[in-house]
Structures are given as structure tokens and as C-alpha cells.
């Protein structure tokens, strides 16, 4: 059951694609000065060392960030997401890349809340370590308090199931990040579940969900499914950057639907994602899309009643 580690995967081309959108939405909801819920329902490690063997194994990274790390004309919004990798690198080579735990932390502020659920032994040990390692450095710099307690909480749980328990949050403000594996294709069923009960219990939140664009039948048919979920408003941006495989298998482009996205984000992305193609493209066939549009809700909640 547990045979994913994110480890081999980290900082290719669906993690630039994942985390800069992330980034983006992360800064958007700080804008207000109002405490966000930052909920991970699958965290993963929080750090990868690209020099380790997993990494290593078959370098996806070189085709994701590796590309854009020695870019010095990046599309405005891949900027802060590079500012912050950088960070991590500060010698200039490209050593370390940050998990979705890590770019939240960097960027929320000491009134959000971090909620980090990873239910791989090793996985969730190792994000307690790095998370131990980012609140020792912040307290270093004197910087807020980012240690596990009250701002950052880390469970060994199942994050489809922990999720309902934290909705809806105290301050009515939430972004949720839904990273499954996919490896069980049970996963798919499991998010449209879960998002169906989360969007009853508050339908305000921000929901992130990123899907692999891969041959698997339950892969094609999972975003008309979340399309068909009760929402006020949605949006789908997906990146592929090859032609499927011969053999039919491998990840070929990724996607993220993105429930009650910030107003200005559709913008944005039109604006970043003719230049985030280009530097991840693998061959004529790469190509991005994106579309909006509103959900099936339930008689009573539309806004024309
Ligand atoms: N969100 C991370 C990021 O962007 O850096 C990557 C997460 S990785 C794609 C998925 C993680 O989910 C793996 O570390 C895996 O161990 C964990 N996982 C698998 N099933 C889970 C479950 N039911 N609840 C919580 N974590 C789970």
C-alpha cells in the first residue's frame, strides 16, 4: 500500500506546476490580515535532498526545476517561487527542493495555522525533522515560531479521513491541499468523496486538488468528476509536457482543480502559463489548458435564488 515515496519525484515538472500555483494562492489569502487554516491532507516529507539516491534514481528534477534554476528572465509569477528555492540553495547549486509543507510555512504568517497530515512512517518522521529544522532557523533569525505546537501540527493519520474533523475552521479562512499518490486508484473515488463532504461543511474554503495526467481510465474521467461536484466556482489548469509514453505508462502532464480559486488567479496563471510551457515542454505535443466554471449546486445555495 505504501510504496510511494515523493522522495524520487521531487521538483518535477507537476511539482513546479503544483507549487507555484500553491505559492501564489498561499500569498493571495495573506493578503487579508485574518488567520488561514493551511490543511495538507497528504504532506509528504517537507525537503528533498536531490543528491540522494531517490532523487537520483531517475532525476526527474532535471526536466522540472532543473529547468528553470538557471533562468534569469522568469515569467513575473514563477519569481517567488524561485526566490524561495533559492533561499534553500544559497550557494547556487541546486541541492535541496522544498515540499508543500515548506512553502506553506515559509509564507504564512505566526496567526495561520499549519495542519500537516502524512501517514508514511518514515515520510511523516522525516517532516517532524524538517520541521524541527525550519523552527530552529527561524528562532535563529528571529523570525515567527514555526515549530510543531499550536501553529504547526503534524499527525500520522489518514488525511481523507482527518479532513472533516478541521472543517470548518475557526476563522473561516482554509486552504486545502489534496496530493494523493494515485497509485491506488481507489484515491480518486476517495477525494471526490471527501471534497463532496468538505464543500457541505464549508463551502468557502480554497480546495487544491493536483491529478497526474497518465493513460489509467479512472485518471480520464476524474476531472469531469470534480467538475460535477456541488461548488460555487472552479478552476482546472493542466500542463502536459510530452506525448504519452509508448508502452502507455509514465506521467505525461499534470493538473490542478482548484475550488473557490482567488479572484485574481485565473489572471495570473494566463499570464505565467505561456511561459511555464516553454521551459517545461518536451516535445510539440505540450500544450496547457485551462477553464472556469461553476459547479452542480443544490437548488438553494445558487446566488439568483
Ligand atoms: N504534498 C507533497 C508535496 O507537494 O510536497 C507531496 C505529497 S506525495 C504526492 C503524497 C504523500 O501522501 C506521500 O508521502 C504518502 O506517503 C502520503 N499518503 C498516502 N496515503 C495517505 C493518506 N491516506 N493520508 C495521508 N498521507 C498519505
Known amino acids: 500500500m505504501f510504496s510511494y515515496r515523493h522522495a524520487f519525484h521531487a521538483g518535477n515538472h507537476a511539482d513546479v506546476l503544483k507549487h507555484a500555483v500553491l505559492l501564489a494562492i498561499l500569498q493571495y489569502v495573506c493578503q487579508k490580515e485574518a488567520g488561514v487554516f493551511y490543511i495538507d491532507t497528504h504532506a509528504g516529507a517537507g525537503m528533498y535532498a536531490l543528491n540522494r539516491a531517490e532523487a537520483q534514481k531517475n532525476r526527474e528534477f532535471e526536466s522540472g526545476i532543473g529547468r528553470l534554476w538557471s533562468q534569469n528572465d522568469l515569467p513575473p509569477q ?128 480554497i480546495y487544491m486538488v493536483w491529478y497526474p495526467i497518465v493513460q489509467r481510465p479512472e485518471a480520464r474521467r476524474f476531472p469531469e468528476q470534480l467538475k460535477r461536484l456541488p461548488v460555487k466556482e472552479w478552476l482546472e489548469v493542466t500542463l502536459t509536457v510530452s506525448k504519452p509514453a509508448a508502452n502507455g505508462f509514465g506521467l505525461y502532464g499534470s493538473g490542478l482543480f482548484i475550488i473557490n480559486p482567488p479572484w485574481k488567479l485565473r489572471e495570473d496563471l494566463e499570464e505565467m502559463m505561456p511561459g511555464l510551457l516553454s521551459l517545461l515542454k518536451q516535445d510539440a505535443s505540450a500544450h496547457y489548458d485551462m477553464s472556469t466554471g461553476q459547479g452542480k449546486l443544490p437548488v438553494k445555495n445558487r446566488d439568483d435564488d
Open 78 to 205: 514563477l519569481q517567488a517561487y524561485m526566490t524561495l528555492i533559492r533561499e534553500l540553495n544559497p550557494d547556487g547549486v541546486l541541492r535541496r527542493y522544498p515540499g508543500s509543507p515548506c512553502f506553506a510555512e515559509k509564507i504564512l504568517r505566526s496567526q495561520d495555522r499549519l495542519r500537516l497530515f502524512e501517514l508514511h512512517s518514515t515520510e511523516n518522521r522525516i517532516l517532524s525533522e524538517n520541521v524541527a529544522r525550519m523552527a530552529a532557523h527561524a528562532a535563529a533569525n528571529g523570525q515567527k515560531s514555526s515549530g510543531r505546537g499550536k501553529r504547526v501540527m503534524i499527525e500520522k493519520r489518514d488525511g481523507f479521513a482527518a479532513l472533516k474533523g478541521l472543517l470548518p475552521p475557526p476563522s473561516r479562512r482554509a486552504v486545502v491541499l489534496i496530493d494523493p499518490p494515485y497509485e491506488d486508484r481507489q484515491d480518486y473515488r476517495h477525494v471526490t468523496a471527501m471534497l463532496a463532504d468538505a464543500v457541505k461543511r464549508f463551502a468557502g474554503g
